[in-house]
């Protein structure tokens, strides 16, 4: 009778640790091969030309063949003394802090009211505030000038001179001390829609019972907003304030068309604005590079720190 | 059911067997890419006519039309200049743009082909030089008009203004029209260059061709003082406040449309204004018989010719890959006849064809000043490279606005103009 013998098949150390890394090399492999076609587009029309915008903005260049001219950060600096950039930027800012102050309320507050309030027909005014916003831009900046020419029988001009005895036409988009708030007028009646749907979508995620306890417990409906809808509203909130300050920051059709390139003289010029009119169409491409660096630097820093501050708790699980 | 569908199959291979053959065929023909931007229907189909006329005559080219609005043309064709590949005929409105684009070797010199009849036929001798420099053409002018000053005569007798000549009777005029409760002049500032038409004329008056040219080539600056001086005397009618009401934020169309409902005795303006005073009224009429035309007044003491003459016109460029037959093409489509034809809605260039315009007294007074003309002075902002072009568009701008005095106005334009015009 032989022993029967049990052949133990060896394992070392060596062999384990060789399956370990094959297993983990096969998942980097794998990894890399899914993310490969994203990364490709990622690279070639983010990165890439973003690199390129910073190089070119190191050229005296007309954007004709290869930029030769090299001039360092000459365009950043005449870019920075420049009044009419100045402006922009200010500008920019001006209409980015009334969009916060004056349209995000308006916004909730409608939102408020034709969202679950009692108001008859509520559903109606929901559609109605709903439309601007589906029009195109052009669409928007070209009805805006017909309401507000200056001309005999124009519609905003008309309705006031019916209200207002001896009421002088004013040329609503040729008064450099008021073209941009005229501006800020039309961009909110197009946009206050689209965030007023947000706080809508937003108003319909807190559960009913939540301020309905509050009621129960005696609060007021101002102590119920305060302490109970605006919390439980907060993601959406700081999300529409992001939203908000870049669209501000990129806003560009409307205002291009409804000012004729940021009219008059300038007094309206914006970012996007400026970039297109001093960078593209005087075909100084080094220089609009700079611009646009300076522009995508600012909307850049904000959205990464807004994110990171304020948007942190709104992304992954809850900390607390 | 079984033999419908074999019919159709046969009809199918017949169809990509012929389709094959007509590709064979177009390989063998030389194609010519042309680029033109009237999108209006008859003015589309008339260049299309004149194409296919060519085409027949000559059998081994085939001419591939491109239509394009005017701001996507300046858009695509800038691209396709930056990618260095021009089409082989493309609209071009001459001068320093073009110019551009032959130091960029995107042009093709068509000097030797324009040598001799071809040159000899143009009667705009002026417009033509504007599409070259030196002894290289890089192109024709197909049309070119003149800057005037278009007036509602129904206006000008109701308040008592006979036409001024000079620029005192014509700021009397203004006056004039203003007392009489009449909006003296229509102007369309919105957009920037009919505003630079007030500033150029005035320069030009003052400081004729030698004025220009200097500051151009850098030996003198456009803050001498034929510059300052057109602020000067722009801001003089810009304080008279002669234009209808938010005319800073009013378009061209806008403006042609207050010209056009008579709701203004005058507008500076190009050859295209009778067409569009019409086209942009409110009853799509215009003024009709009512409309007139008289130069630009002369300004007295000025160093110009006072009969100068501001404006341009379009033509067609070569692209420097086009083939022989582009040129050849370029060449009939400036003949005579072709020219003769394309009078409904261009300026012909080339001689024995002023009589097209018999009937409109108009079109003749243009034409007349514009032959006559011993200095043509193109537009600036079509002229200067773009950059310097909408720095004087925006400085002119700040005149209007009277927020510039004419010192800064010129010192804007000199400071774009010292950047691109070094070298």
Redesign the interface.
Known sequence: MSAIRFRVLPRPHEQAQRDIRQRQWNKALFVTLFLLPGMALLFLFVLMPIAQSVYYSLFNW????PPTKFIAFDNYERLLNDKIFQGALWHSFILMALSLVVQLPMALGLALLVGRGSLRGKKFFRTMLFVPYVFSEVITAIIW?YVL????GALLNAVLGAIIPNFQ????????NI?MFVLFAVLTWKYFGFYMILYMAGLQAIPADLEDAARVDGSTEAQVLRFITLPMLGSTIRLTVMLSVLGSFQQFVLAWVL???G????SSQLMATYLY?FGI????LGYGSAVAVVFFSITFIFSLGYQRMVMSRDFGPRRS | MFKSSRLVMIVALVALLSLSIGAAVAQDKVEIDWWHIATQEDQAAYWQSLADAYMEANPNVAVNITILENAAFKQRLTTVMQAGDPPDLFQSWGGAVLWEYAANGLVRNIAPELEGDWRDSFAAQAALNLFGQEDETYGVPVSWGAVGMFYNKALFEQAGVEIPTTWAEFLTAVQTFKDAGITPIALGEGEKWPGHFWWVYLATQLGGEEAFLKAYSREGAFTDEPFVQAGEYLKELVDMEPFQEGFLGTTHPESEGVFGNGEAAMMLMGQWAPAAQAQYSEDGEGIGDDLGWFPFPAVEGGKGNPDDVFGGGDGFAVGANAPDEAVDFLKFLTNEESQRGSAFFLVPVVKNTADVFADDPVMQSILAARDAAPYFQMYYDQFLPPAVGSAVNDAVETIFAGVATPEEAAQAIEDSAAAELAQ
């Open positions: 007309n954007g004709f063949g000038r020419s200056p001309n005999d036409p004013i040329g609503w988009l040729a008064d450099r073209v000012t004729n390139e009219g008059p003289v300038n009119k169409t005087n075909l100084k």
